[in-house]
Each structure stands twice: as structure tokens, then as C-alpha cells.
């Protein structure tokens, strides 16, 4: 596709339930990057994959959080037992290998209830 | 944690107007980027300074880095009611956009 995109856009849950949310990255693009920004912040580093693994996943806040690149496009970020708190933006970037910039998605606006 | 840090959190300026915005940093870097963000969605890339460099240009856009004092400013000329937008500094300490580091933001009004 032309850009990043996120799916869902909006998803409210319950608390205590397990979401999926999913990025798509640009075509030939091999770095993906989730971020998360809550309302009146900056987004905040989650994990960063190069390719199927993760480089970099200093950034879960905790077990509850997993994320997946199973083939080096598609990724999953999943959230179990989902709590009030993890209400945020949840967006994803990709760039390829060399890039400086990262190039952003549309987000996912998660909310749980 | 957030590197950068904005400054004001919020302007509101008339149309035609040149809105500045700052923004400061606390650790040696790559490159130091702006993005906009509409309405706390995706965000838009602007702008990359490397951190050999003083000034840059694009458009409307000026931005200037001083690594000495780890600070950035955004100066947008000529502002439209469409240049209002959040706007992000972002540290790179990696030159590959491997974790930017995200300030907390300008909220920039611009008023017809």
C-alpha cells in the first residue's frame, strides 16, 4: 500500500480482555516500530522489529504486552488483560534499513471501559 | 521516558504570523526530527536536522539545532489556519530511526 496502515482505528474493550491490534507497513520496508501515546503526550517507544525479530523491546511497559512480525511485514501488537490505564493511541511506523525518518500510521485509538 | 521537551505547550497566533516553537533535549544525538499531529492521530514527518548541522529549510519551515545547549527551535512563516497542529521534536540517538525519542509537544492555533 502507499502508507502505513492500522487497524482497527478505534477499539473499545473491556477490562480485562485480550486485543489485537495490527499494522501493515509500507511494501519492502523492513524496520516496524510501535509507539504509544497517551492523551496530551508524546508518543512513547514500545518495540522496534528488524524483520521478524525483535531488536528492541525495552519499551513494553509489561508481560501483559506481546507484539509479532511473523513473516517481516504484517505485525500484531497484543495486550492481555487489558486495564483502564492502557487506554492510548497505539501507533505503528515503519522505514527501511537505512532510513532516517520513520514513516507513521493512522493509529489505533484503544479504550478500555 | 521523554527526551525532548517543548516549549510553549500551547500557541495561538493570527493568520500570516510566524509561529517558533523550541524544543530541548537531554542526550547526545544522531539527528533531532519535527512531526505534526493532527487531531492525536497519525503523525507527519516535517523536517530532519543532523546533528553536524546548524540550520535547515523547507517551505515554510526553518529549523535550527544547537548541540551545545541540546536545543532545536521550529519557526513556521506565514502561518494558515491549516498549520494548526500538535507539533513533535523527536531525538534520533541511533541515525536509523531505530527509538525516536518524542517531546510532549506544541499545540499550535493558528486563527483566521
Known amino acids: 500500500g502507499a502508507g502505513v496502515s492500522q487497524t482497527p482505528s478505534n477499539k473499545v474493550t473491556e477490562k480485562g480482555k485480550y486485543v489485537e491490534l495490527r499494522c501493515d507497513p509500507i511494501s519492502g520496508h523492513t524496520a516496524l516500530y510501535w509507539y504509544r501515546q497517551s492523551l496530551g503526550q508524546g508518543p512513547e517507544f514500545l518495540i522496534y522489529?528488524?524483520?521478524?525479530?525483535?531488536?528492541?523491546d525495552s519499551g513494553l511497559p509489561n508481560d501483559r504486552f506481546f507484539a509479532v512480525r511473523p513473516e517481516g511485514s504484517v505485525s500484531t501488537l497484543k495486550i492481555q488483560r487489558t486495564e483502564r490505564g492502557d487506554s492510548a493511541v497505539y501507533l505503528c511506523a515503519s522505514s527501511s534499513r537505512q532510513q532516517e525518518r520513520a514513516f507513521f500510521g493512522q493509529g489505533t485509538r484503544l479504550t478500555v471501559v | 521516558s521523554q527526551q525532548g521537551e517543548e516549549d510553549p505547550q500551547a500557541l495561538s497566533i493570527q493568520e500570516g504570523e510566524n509561529a517558533t516553537m523550541n524544543c530541548s533535549y537531554k542526550?547526545?544525538?544522531?539527528?533531532l526530527q519535527w512531526y505534526r499531529q493532527n487531531s492525536g492521530r497519525g503523525l507527519v514527518h516535517l523536517i530532519l536536522?543532523?546533528?553536524?548541522?546548524r540550520e535547515k529549510h523547507s517551505g515554510r519551515l526553518r529549523v535550527t539545532l544547537d548541540t551545545s545547549k541540546k536545543s532545536s527551535s521550529l519557526l513556521i512563516t506565514a502561518s494558515r489556519a491549516a498549520d494548526t497542529a500538535s507539533y513533535f521534536c523527536a531525538t534520533d540517538t541511533s541515525g536509523s530511526a531505530r527509538q525516536l525519542t518524542f517531546g510532549s509537544g506544541t499545540q499550535l492555533t493558528v486563527l483566521p
Open positions: 522489529f528488524q524483520g521478524t525479530g525483535a531488536a528492541d
Open positions: 542526550t547526545s544525538i544522531n539527528n
Open positions: 536536522i543532523r546533528s553536524n548541522e
